[in-house]
């Protein structure tokens, strides 16, 4: 319809596939990142009922955005994988549910304005996720039932850790004190203007979220404090 490009879900599908066949010939463990499509979710549930020793994880945009977020040559919304379809969505939210998709990732990617506001053919691809990530989980998956709040929490925190090895995720003694409070009932509205990333290329611009990081501590030390970062 724009007279674009596209990437089919093939492109997608076929690597995802031939990289969980080598992983299972081979009793090697596997990650898929950015999964997209209803093909890729299903590739990696049937894997795993087969004992494949796969993960995998979906990025913020994927269960919030459709390709529609394209139309007007908005090149806010073109990243790698691309949007997809409403099906697509809503097989990423399946896959959340029963734990075929293991985890959240960011897939941070802040770009100049000039990277951005040009020919979409020529656009860089990516957009800027730290700052939405929770909002848009607790919008678009706990607010309507598709996880809980604890569940969330799990695939941003607890699952990438396990799955990368690393000590980090959980609150206890001996543990990094990497701490996010917020109040998931508390609305606020996107304004990338504010944001204290120098880039701003995000599609959510004026999108109403829910939990927005009002104290941040990193190793101990405080990096956001009410809301204000230090």
């Known amino acids: 319809m724009l007279g674009l490009r ?54 913020p945009h994927y269960f919030s955005l459709t390709e529609k977020a394209c139309e007007g040559f908005n090149t806010n919304a073109k990243m790698n994988p691309p949007l997809r379809t409403d099906d697509d969505m809503a097989a990423i939210k399946e896959g959340l549910a029963d734990g075929t998709i293991d985890a959240i990732a960011t897939d941070h990617a802040p770009h100049h304005i000039d990277e951005k506001q040009c020919e979409f053919a020529a656009a860089m691809n990516g957009i800027i996720g730290f700052e939405t990530a929770l909002g848009l989980g607790i919008k678009c998956l706990v607010e309507p039932g598709v996880l809980t709040i604890n569940e969330l929490i799990e695939k941003m925190t607890i699952n990438p850790a396990s799955i990368l090895g690393l ?44 939990g927005k990081p009002e104290y941040v501590i990193i190793g101990g030390k405080m990096i956001v404090n009410q809301g204000v970062l230090l």
């Open 6 to 59: 596209g990437i089919t879900r093939a492109a997608e599908e076929v690597m995802v596939s031939r990289d969980i066949l080598i992983a299972e010939a081979t009793n090697s463990r596997v990650h898929i990142a950015h999964v997209s499509t209803r093909g890729s979710v299903e590739l990696v549930r049937q894997a795993k009922k087969r004992g494949v020793m796969v993960t995998c994880e979906t990025c």
């Open 167 to 210: 000590n980090k995720g959980t609150l206890g003694i001996g543990k990094p004190a990497d701490i996010v409070i917020f109040d998931p009932k508390a609305d606020y509205t996107v304004d990338v203007s504010s944001f204290k990333s120098k880039a701003k290329n995000s599609p959510y611009d004026g999108w109403t979220l829910a």
